[in-house]
């Protein structure tokens, strides 16, 4: 699991960050570290968690799941869509007046967590499966 990062490395990163992003880039550097930063927030994260894994949810649906109070989750809800992790949409539903409200995870919301925090997590278990010194040695090697 470990990474070289000595081989190329002059090569594959520039010195500023913003070189990265490409001429035509969607958003700026200060715009992705604005998503990483609220994402790091555990109310948010919980909140984007949701929405990623388990669809498109009302914010009654999400306060009952992560049992937290009206404006506590508003708060946080409009901290994710100020940043473009979540999207709020509104639709007509049959049979009712009015318009039904619900956020659902953008795409960017999906690649941070997915490709990020959730793959920090995996790669975390799979680093103490590999120096747990309780496991068997593995005879192949």
């Not at 984007?48 to 708060?75: K, N, Q």
């Not at 999906?110 to 590999?130: H, P």
């Amino acid at each position: 699991m470990s990474i070289d990062r000595t081989s190329g490395a002059e090569n594959d990163f520039p010195d500023d960050p913003e070189e990265m992003l490409p001429a035509d880039s969607v958003l700026s550097l200060d715009e992705y570290l604005a998503m990483h930063t609220a994402v790091g927030h555990r109310t948010r994260y919980e909140v984007l968690y949701r929405l990623v894994h388990g669809g498109d949810m009302s914010p009654t649906e999400l306060e009952a799941a992560m049992e937290i109070d009206d404006s506590t989750l508003h708060y946080h809800l409009n901290e994710l869509v100020d940043v473009g992790l979540v999207e709020k949409r509104q639709r007509t539903e049959r049979g009712q007046d009015g318009l039904y409200t619900y956020y659902r995870a953008t795409v960017f919301g999906d690649v941070l967590l997915s490709d990020g925090v959730d793959e920090l997590i995996r790669g975390e278990r799979e680093f103490e499966a590999m120096y747990d010194s309780s496991a068997e040695p593995d005879v192949d090697d």
